[in-house]
Nanobody, 116 residues
Framework: QVQLVESGGGLVQAGGSLRLSCAAS????????MGWYRQTPGKERELVAD???????NYADSVKGRFTISRDKAKNTLYLQMNSLKPEDTAVYYC??????????WGQGTQVTVSS
């Protein structure tokens, strides 16, 4: 069993910054891709950014140039640095990992609220 625990969410003013973390623990053999997704009420969960085991990154157009995803493979930890935050970035942010033998795992989510 593998668990993902997100942290770093909170309330911030527009233009501010937050850094999200996602720590993976448990019976980890090999985690390939990891990513951040977000969801607002009534909408589908959407990709924010993801990163492969080789470090290739992919971003949603809405966050390009403002958010940076990174990963510490030794610590099995994923990060999302969010700068120049906008009210429309308000959402619950979820961490996702793809473990080689277990499959897709989701964290419990962390709330990010950006006030105008």
């Amino acid at each position: 069993q593998v668990q993902l625990v997100e942290s770093g969410g909170g309330l911030v003013q527009a233009g501010g910054s937050l850094r999200l973390s996602c720590a993976a623990s448990g019976d980890i053999i090999c985690i390939s891709a990891m990513g951040w997704y977000r969801q607002t009420p009534g909408k589908e969960r959407e990709l924010v950014a993801d990163i492969t085991s080789l470090g290739s990154t992919n971003y949603a157009d809405s966050v390009k140039g403002r958010f940076t995803i990174s990963r510490d493979k030794a610590k099995n930890t994923l990060y999302l640095q969010m700068n120049s935050l906008k009210p429309e970035d308000t959402a619950v942010y979820y961490c996702k990992a793809v473990e080689l033998f277990i499959g897709t795992i989701w964290g419990q989510g962390t709330q990010v609220t950006v006030s105008s």
